[in-house]
């Protein structure tokens, strides 16, 4: 750049200048990796705490167990507390609560934590509505072991769900935030292996404590006082942010601060931020011209399409093995070789891998309905594609992520950011919903169907969207529609930058 012999940097100079992704930005890191830790575990955790567990009627011990009967007039239980379902009575015709309620409450909480968080987080700032949260999602979580009221248990489930995707929208804005170029991709599709982390440690408490329920919703409540202290002590607001805001010495300050954590001090000494003249957008201007509109909508479309068939293959699950845990273990697993696309993303740009994965992942995916609802010797075929489907739809689910921060300016990216997580929550009701009834093949069938239409009018819309690779985290709309810099400007900028040229 033309002032780089001045003493003047922009802002991704600055963070690049200050260490780049060190110690800061692990912090950072580590805050959102151990928000979506707890919210994949806190989802998982009903799928093994609710496990069936041995009941017999009441009117008649001589019939076999695990049975249910029209005229019995209650059930006994010989080990009460070793399942969530028998625990609170909940078993036959009672069983649906667990599902509807227990878990669509949690569904519930995160798609009005999304919608509801983001203006706020826009407005507030990134660290201090984190540290709220924390603190807030600490005292939610810590009495849910002790509950035995199924509607207490509902109410809290609800809150731990609002808090846990407030806390996951501060902390994935604030460690997007943090990093420079190319690095982006690479951050991003990292921080989306804590979800399935979080289902593997939701496998490993609910094999080790099977025998009793509250020991697994005990465990889990360790991570929210961890996340309060971690953002306490590690935690810097994002200087992104205040630049967007124009709270330039509070942003002057958080970089010196971020340079002496990264041990890059002497990197910015004399050094003053430089600022281009921006808007502070606003709710209207997600809405507004109807340009912005429609991209608005196509994100929307590209969340719901992209959860709907990664969600419905999360919760059916447990049709791949008899054993509920190996489910678990094999869907978390198949959802950590997608990482290494960041490469991809980088290389051939956002929207064109999306649209092709999201295509990939619609025909793999009907045809493991097709071969699923055939005859047996075609079974294998069915689990290796829905398997096929799953990684396919892993990448460009992660990947919306990082593509959604690079399609809004700082000023406003909280607010699309939170709706497009909230619309995933709707493809969680939907999914756990739809899984419920795997009988009605016809119900199964039309809405896989369905699902495959909505991918590829997503994939259409996508195409549509402006390519946002090799470019800086915008601040304005007109940054958004600028087109990308070629690989030599982006090599010689980045050359500059490191100050490795003159």
């Known amino acids: 750049m033309s002032n780089t012999k001045s003493n003047e940097l922009t802002v991704d100079e600055s963070i690049a200048k200050c260490g780049g992704f060190s110690w800061s930005q692990l912090a950072a890191f580590f805050n959102g990796y151990t928000s979506i830790i707890f919210l994949s575990w806190q989802l998982y955790i009903t799928k093994f705490a609710s496990v069936s567990a041995t009941f017999y009627c009441a009117n008649d011990s001589t019939l076999p167990n695990n049975t249910c009967y029209e005229n019995c007039s209650h059930y006994i239980y010989p080990n009460i507390g070793e399942s969530l379902l028998t625990e609170l009575n909940l078993v036959c015709s009672e069983k649906w609560v667990v599902k509807f309620s227990f878990d669509i409450s949690y569904a519930v909480g995160l798609f009005f934590g999304c919608v509801c968080l983001g203006i706020p987080i826009d407005r507030i700032g990134r660290r201090k509505p984190a540290l709220l949260f924390s603190v807030i999602l600490a005292f939610t979580s810590l009495p849910v072991p002790f509950l035995s009221n199924i509607y207490v248990l509902v109410a809290f489930r609800f809150l731990n769900g609002f808090f846990i995707s407030g806390l996951q929208l501060a902390c994935l804005l604030k460690v997007g935030e943090m990093v420079v170029g190319k690095s982006l991709a690479l951050v991003i599709m990292l921080y989306c292996t804590a979800f399935p982390t979080g289902e593997l440690l939701a496998v490993g408490t609910g094999y080790l404590f099977q025998d009793h329920w509250r020991y697994q919703f005990l465990v889990v ?171 396919f739809v892993t990448t460009p689910y992660n990947a919306l992520l990082f593509y959604i921060l690079e399609l809004y300016p700082t000023s406003i990216r909280g607010l699309p950011t939170g709706i497009s997580l909230a619309v995933r929550g709707i493809g969680l009701c939907i999914a756990l919903v739809i899984v419920d009834r795997p009988e009605e093949v016809s119900f199964v069938t039309l809405y896989s ?54």
Not at 237 to 252: I, P
């Open 221 to 391: 409540c360790i991570l929210p006082p961890l996340l309060a202290c971690s953002v306490y002590f590690f935690g810097f607001e994002s200087f992104r942010w205040l630049a967007a805001m124009k709270r330039f010495s509070e942003a002057e300050r958080v970089l010196q601060s971020m340079a002496k954590f990264n041990r890059h001090q002497d990197s910015i000494v004399d050094h003053k931020l430089r600022v281009r003249e921006s808007n502070i957008y606003s709710f209207r201007d997600i809405l507004f011209p109807p340009k912005i509109l429609a991209f608005s909508l196509s994100v929307v479309m590209l969340s719901l399409s992209t959860s709907m068939v990664y969600l419905t293959l999360e919760a059916s699950a447990a049709g791949l093995t008899k054993s509920i845990f190996i489910n678990g273990i094999i869907m978390s697993v198949v959802q950590y070789p997608p990482f290494l696309a960041h490469n991809l993303y980088n290389r051939r740009g956002r929207k064109y891998p999306i649209a092709v994965l999201l295509v990939l992942s619609a025909i793999s995916g009907l045809a493991s309905v097709i071969f699923a609802k055939s005859v047996k010797k075609y079974k294998i075929l069915a689990l290796i594609l829905s398997l096929l489907t799953k990684g």
């Open 449 to 502: 169907i369905f699902t495959g239409m909505l991918v590829f009018s997503s994939v259409l819309m996508v195409i549509c969207l402006p390519e946002t690779n090799r470019k800086n985290l915008p601040e304005t709309y007109e940054d958004v529609f600028r087109k990308p810099p070629s690989k030599n400007k982006l090599k010689k900028r980045l050359l500059l930058i490191d100050g490795e040229i003159n």
